[in-house]
Nanobody, 124 residues
């Protein structure tokens, strides 16, 4: 099970911190991805935290978002800074079913367990 929290409303240029709490599996063995979906748009992979490597980021968030994992708490944190209206959407975390083909980390089909999502709204 994965449960996201920390979403909310913020003005452009602001920051938010999302958390993905996991349970029911051995967290240290699996990579966790972050996706977002804006109304009328496809779900977009924005960051991926492999089990034992540095995280990956989509170009749209690189330099503004920071993805970290806490193996002691079985959770992943997404710190988001310099938020823009284009960052608005529902944010999901998901467990990646394989550690292979990490160049395909943004493909949602490589994930098997999803959280319910948390809303992020960036607006003035």
């Amino acid at each position: 099970q994965l449960v996201e929290s920390g979403g909310g409303s913020v003005q452009p240029g602001g920051s938010l911190r999302l958390s993905c709490a996991t349970s029911g599996f051995t967290f240290a063995y699996f990579g966790i991805g972050w996706f977002r979906q804006a109304p009328g748009k496809e779900r977009e992979g924005i960051s991926y935290s492999p089990a034992d490597q540095a995280p990956y980021y989509a170009d749209s968030v690189k330099g503004r978002f920071r993805n970290s994992r806490d193996n002691a708490k079985d959770e992943v944190i997404l710190e988001m800074h310099s938020l823009e209206p284009e960052d608005s959407g529902i944010y999901f975390c998901a467990r990646r079913r394989t550690s292979r083909w990490e160049d395909q980390w943004a493909d949602s089909l490589t994930y098997d367990i999803w959280g319910q999502g948390t809303q992020v709204t960036v607006s003035s």
